[in-house]
């Protein structure tokens, strides 16, 4: 029989010197402690503290218990009350709190994953009750993990924390099994799940009573794919408003919260025998679907990591756009979050594809930190941490492989700059690409007449330009850009390609024209080479033959002339 209830209350003060006064009164924990947290964050108040409030039904007394304090510390002399060593669970209701149901999870991990269960389902279904009970070792076994440093925590003997908790989950089993026994729990598969919410959404345990409904109903699935199927067929068949629909998502949204904050869930959902990298991309997909699904239609980096999903996660998706499963896309997206700044690599053996995911996760999980799924900050800090992995030495070798040139190496770490970030990962990638452009390697294969100087020029131009737009500091990318421009001067004075266009059997506009896109960087890298057909392009520019040409041709003088501006030959 239940012999205690319990609320929580939020009391403030609204100046250092003030008294406390009662702010609100809730059955919910997680919203007493939210509601004092924004009191002190828009400067409302004060101070703020949350309490427990345990009533016995058989004395009609309170016990008091705070559970956090908020804001300026209380400098008012009182008398100090007995510091008390309960628990903060002390009766079955508290064992239903998100926070007691991820410690559940935490403690029984092996046996919910051997059995396929949710903590919710734990706490909400008899036969399962039954089951752990008669494992014996199992449920001792996670009383004693959380009662050694509880005991430690409050200079109590682990035997007398066992005590407390073994009574606490008894009383609990008890109601549960009892419930059951008088059939008291609503079977929302006969009954209609939006009729059952309107009945109970009345009684005081009514998130207890809908659970141990949803629980049952899930109960049969032979997944957890089939059980995130019966859940959105529960939220489909939710009543259309008003307290009951409230009742009835949130209570949908526990286990789904937990199924999709799993490994195992979240694999039976997008699929198994997906390496890292993919499964974080279909996770964002679907915890920012409305973000991502609109990034994919403008962003082609993102459309080409983007992996297509099942038919059950797109309908899950759809929930998830709107506001009413917003812990279920925070779970999703605390799991993304936490893999992007782990150790394991993204796309094994697959160097180029893991840069390519990560631009692409970038801008998706960017996207969704403006729809305040997750921190900015945060996002910053995973890619600044994941970026580390990306300018090690075996990252950076696995990622050139073998049978490249120089000069496609560099073109290579140009990207892979670009795609790091942080100012200390930025410093080492350009430190990759000083190593690669100063090498002899370098020099010779830019020198190689394995393609014509024009074409190697060209792209020792695309380098030299490249090499700005990565976001480097100028002291770490100018010296890269003119050792790649004095590359350039060797491979013009190799061919001598400014003297060979001034003499060319062509129009002196064209020659003009040519001169010019080398001289003003466009054609080749700034340095010896642009110099040296700046010089053969004011020689031309002067000839009465070119002038009467480009005057004959107001298009052409319109080119030349933006391409003498952007040489710096304008008077």
């Keep these: 029989m239940e012999r205690s209830q319990v609320h929580y209350e939020v009391f403030v003060k609204k100046t250092p010197a003030a008294g406390w006064t009662l702010e609100m009164a809730t059955e919910s924990r997680v919203q007493a402690i939210a509601v004092a947290e924004e009191l002190i964050a828009e400067r409302r108040v004060a101070s703020a503290r949350v309490t427990k409030e345990t009533m016995d039904l058989e004395t009609r007394e309170f016990q008091t218990v705070t559970i956090q304090s908020f804001g300026l510390p209380d400098n008012i002399k009182t008398k100090k009350a007995p510091e008390r060593n309960d628990p903060l669970c002390v009766t079955p209701q508290d064992l239903y709190t998100v926070h007691a149901r991820e410690r559940i999870g935490r403690l029984l991990d092996g046996w919910l994953a051997r059995n396929k269960a949710t903590p919710f389902e734990l706490l909400h279904r008899a036969d399962l009750v039954e089951k752990l009970e008669a494992s014996g070792v199992e449920l001792q076994h996670a009383i004693q993990k959380i009662a050694v440093p509880e005991a430690q925590a409050r200079g109590l003997t682990v035997h007398?924390?066992?005590?407390?908790?073994?009574?606490?989950?008894?009383?609990?089993?008890?109601?549960?099994?009892?419930?059951?026994?008088?059939?008291?729990?609503?079977?929302?598969?006969?009954?209609?799940?939006?009729?059952?919410?309107?009945?109970?959404?009345?009684?005081?345990?009514?998130?207890?009573?809908?659970?141990?409904?949803?629980?049952?109903?899930?109960?049969?699935?032979?997944?957890?794919?089939?059980?995130?199927?019966?859940?959105?067929?529960?939220?489909?068949?939710?009543?259309?408003?008003?307290?009951?629909?409230?009742?009835?998502?949130?209570?949908?949204?526990q286990p789904l919260a937990e199924i999709l904050g799993s490994a195992a869930g979240l694999e039976g959902l997008i699929g198994r025998d997906l390496d890292l990298g993919v499964r974080l991309a279909a996770m964002t997909r679907l915890a920012a679907s409305?973000?991502?699904?609109?990034?994919?239609?403008?962003?082609?980096?993102?459309?080409?990591?983007?992996?297509?999903?099942?038919?059950?996660?797109?309908?899950?998706?759809?929930?998830?756009?709107?506001?009413?499963?917003?812990?279920?896309r925070s779970a999703i997206a605390r799991r993304v979050?936490?893999?992007?700044?782990?150790?394991?690599?993204?796309?094994?053996?697959?160097?180029?594809?893991?840069?390519?995911?990560?631009?692409?996760?970038?801008?998706?999980?960017?996207?969704?930190?403006?729809?305040?799924?997750?921190?900015?900050?945060?996002?910053?800090?995973?890619?600044?941490?994941?970026?580390?992995?990306?300018?090690?030495?075996?990252?950076?070798?696995a990622y050139l492989g073998k049978g490249r040139t120089a000069v496609e190496e560099a073109e290579a770490l140009v990207w892979l700059v670009e795609n790091v970030i942080g100012g200390a990962n930025k410093r080492q990638a350009a430190r990759w690409l000083s190593a690669v452009v100063g090498s002899l390697q370098f020099e010779k294969d830019a020198r190689s007449d394995s393609v014509s100087a024009a074409h190697r020029l060209l792209a020792l131009a695309k380098l030299h330009r490249a090499v700005a737009r990565g976001g480097l500091a100028v002291e770490d990318y100018k010296p890269i850009q003119?050792?790649?421009?004095?590359?350039?001067?060797?491979?013009?004075?190799?061919?001598?390609?400014?003297?060979?266009?001034?003499?060319?059997?062509?129009?002196?506009?064209?020659?003009?024209?040519?001169?010019?896109k080398l001289a003003c960087g466009e054609a080749a890298p700034p340095g010896p080479a642009a110099d040296r057909a700046r010089i053969e392009a004011l020689k031309l520019v002067r000839m009465d033959e070119t002038r009467a040409e480009l005057a004959r041709s107001p298009e052409r003088?319109?080119?030349v002339r933006d391409l003498i501006q952007a040489a710096g030959l304008a008077a």
């Design 160 to 253: 007398e924390i066992m005590r407390t908790f073994q009574g606490l989950v008894e009383r609990a089993i008890e109601r549960l099994l009892g419930d059951a026994r008088r059939g008291g729990l609503p079977d929302v598969d006969k009954e209609g799940f939006a009729a059952a919410a309107e009945r109970v959404s009345h009684q005081p345990d009514r998130a207890y009573l809908l659970g141990a409904g949803v629980a049952a109903s899930i109960a049969p699935a032979r997944d957890w794919t089939d059980k995130v199927s019966r859940l959105l067929d529960l939220a489909d068949a939710a009543p259309l408003a008003g307290p009951p629909r409230g009742l009835a998502l949130q209570t949908i949204e």
């Design 290 to 328: 409305t973000a991502v699904e609109a990034l994919i239609r403008v962003e082609p980096s993102v459309a080409k990591i983007m992996p297509e999903l099942s038919e059950p996660a797109m309908r899950l998706g759809r929930w998830l756009a709107t506001e009413d499963f917003r812990a279920v």
């Design 337 to 397: 979050m936490k893999e992007l700044n782990g150790p394991r690599r993204l796309k094994p053996g697959d160097a180029d594809g893991e840069i390519d995911l990560l631009r692409g996760l970038a801008m998706a999980l960017t996207a969704a930190s403006a729809g305040d799924l997750v921190s900015p900050d945060d996002v910053q800090a995973a890619f600044a941490n994941r970026s580390k992995m990306l300018v090690t030495g075996d990252f950076v070798e």
């Design 482 to 516: 003119l050792k790649i421009g004095d590359i350039g001067g060797l491979v013009e004075a190799d061919a001598k390609v400014a003297q060979g266009l001034a003499r060319a059997n062509a129009s002196p506009a064209h020659k003009l024209t040519l001169l010019l």
């Design 557 to 559: 003088m319109a080119e």
